[in-house]
């Protein structure tokens, strides 16, 4: 069975690059991406950059509020397929 664990995440879309810019003071983490907030598309490249950062399935990876937010908490499940 993996760990499961909930980030939070502030998305900030229609950057240069998608990456990672810092670590706000209550642990939520501020991650720029460079899709646009239309149609799902900085959710999901959001899950794809985790999905690759943290070395996990895309399909491991859930946003459980915010999806239509700038801040989300998302959950990780390690070690499941």
């Not at 950057?15 to 999901?44: F, H, Q």
């Amino acid at each position: 069975m993996g760990e499961t664990r909930v980030i939070k995440v502030k998305v900030i879309p229609k950057s240069p690059k998608t990456e990672i810019v810092g670590t706000m003071g209550d642990g939520t983490l501020k991650i720029r991406v460079a899709a646009p907030p239309e149609k799902g598309k900085a959710n999901a490249e959001l899950i794809a950059f985790l999905a690759k950062h943290y070395g996990i399935p895309r399909a491991n990876i859930d946003i459980l509020t915010g999806e239509t937010s700038h801040h989300k908490q998302v959950r990780l499940r390690a070690g499941e397929s």
